[in-house]
């Protein structure tokens, strides 16, 4: 059983399949321990509800899935909860049917609520500056400031995160041998244990060289690791410190507090695009398995737009 899961969570019907899907996601499709816990989370809200209601949650019917979703509407959930909670369901019995655990799937027939498409959030570039001078050797005014050990690895966090439009769980997951400075390219470990090579611009490599020299061998104290980034304290730098790095340089920058790292792979994207790279690169070093999620990021400035379209249009 997961070490998260309280007493009454593991006295669940169907608490054993879920932790043998969970291993599943983990082991055969090498899905983020982040990801993992989601998928949890989501799962047991549903086991929780099966037991609450008296019905068995390996046999229920299409309805009752139903029953579910609705209940979670009129609790007021916001229609991108209930779902990512059908997701997980549907994965769950796609899983369960599979590996011959159930012998239908009712969940397949079930469709979630239509959500509002809305655009990815992008740090506007002065922003973008404010935030990588809270760490950085000199002020937004050009003052020199004294860096910290921290400071040094949270500006080289910050500047791979601009540069490669990585996700979290790749720069947690960084290795010490993945980053080629002399090729000026990085080596990252994606969903489903996928790796790819993505370049890197000198502003980043400058700030990764500092704190690989000078910086983190004084957070290590002589201790080994084996990732790039390391805590204060010389362990592998985990997700949740990462974010929580994160929002504090958000708010002493003194931007929108709702800033996620995640915005920073929208930026990057975003701007590679209005600068004229191909979609299909983009989709490269994203690391997308299909085109159709890295049009998300054509929502170029309206002045690329017009640019193209003067370029293009035989009457403009």
């Known amino acids: 059983m997961a070490a998260d ?11 054993d399949d879920l932790e043998a899907f969970c291993g599943a996601l983990r082991v055969e499709r090498g899905l983020s321990p982040h990801t993992v816990r989601a998928y949890r989370i989501d799962l047991l809200d549903y086991l929780r509800w099966a037991a609450r209601v008296g019905v068995d949650p390996l046999a229920v019917t299409h309805r009752q899935l139903r029953r579910y979703l609705g209940e979670l509407d009129q609790a007021r959930y916001a229609r991108r909860t209930v779902n990512r909670r059908l997701s997980a369901v549907r994965g769950f019995f796609r899983w369960l049917n599979v590996t011959g655990r159930v012998e239908s799937d009712p969940a397949s027939v079930l469709q979630g609520p239509k959500v509002p498409a809305s655009l990815p959030k992008v740090i506007p570039a002065a922003d973008m500056a404010r935030l990588l001078a ?3 050797k000199r002020q937004l005014d050009g003052t020199p400031r004294v860096q910290t050990p921290q400071d040094m690895r949270d500006l ?3 500047e791979f995160l601009y540069a490669c439009g990585a996700r979290i769980s790749e720069a947690s997951g960084l290795a010490l041998d993945g980053v080629d ?3 000026r390219q990085v080596k990252v470990l994606g ?11 000198e502003m980043a490599l400058d700030a990764m060289r500092g704190y690989l020299l000078a910086a983190r061998p004084k957070l290590l104290a002589g201790r080994g690791c084996d990732r790039f980034f390391v805590s204060s304290r010389g362990n592998p730098m985990g997700t949740d410190a990462m974010r ?17 790292p995640h915005d920073m792979r929208h930026t990057f994207a975003t701007d590679l695009l209005s600068g004229g790279a191909d979609l299909r690169s983009v989709q490269e070093m994203l690391g997308h398995v299909s085109l159709s999620t890295t049009q998300i990021y054509t929502h170029v400035s ?11 249009h035989p009457r403009a």
């Open 181 to 183: 400075f002399e090729q």
């Open 134 to 136: 809270v760490h950085g």
């Open 244 to 260: 929580k790095m994160f929002k504090a340089t958000v708010r002493a920058a003194g931007l929108d507090d709702s800033l996620s």
């Open 156 to 158: 080289a966090l910050l």
């Open 5 to 15: 899961l309280s007493p009454e969570d593991e006295a669940l019907p169907g608490v």
């Open 191 to 201: 969903k489903g244990a996928k790796e790819r090579i993505i370049p890197l611009h």
């Open 302 to 312: 309206p002045e690329r737009l017009r640019a193209v379209h003067a370029a293009a």
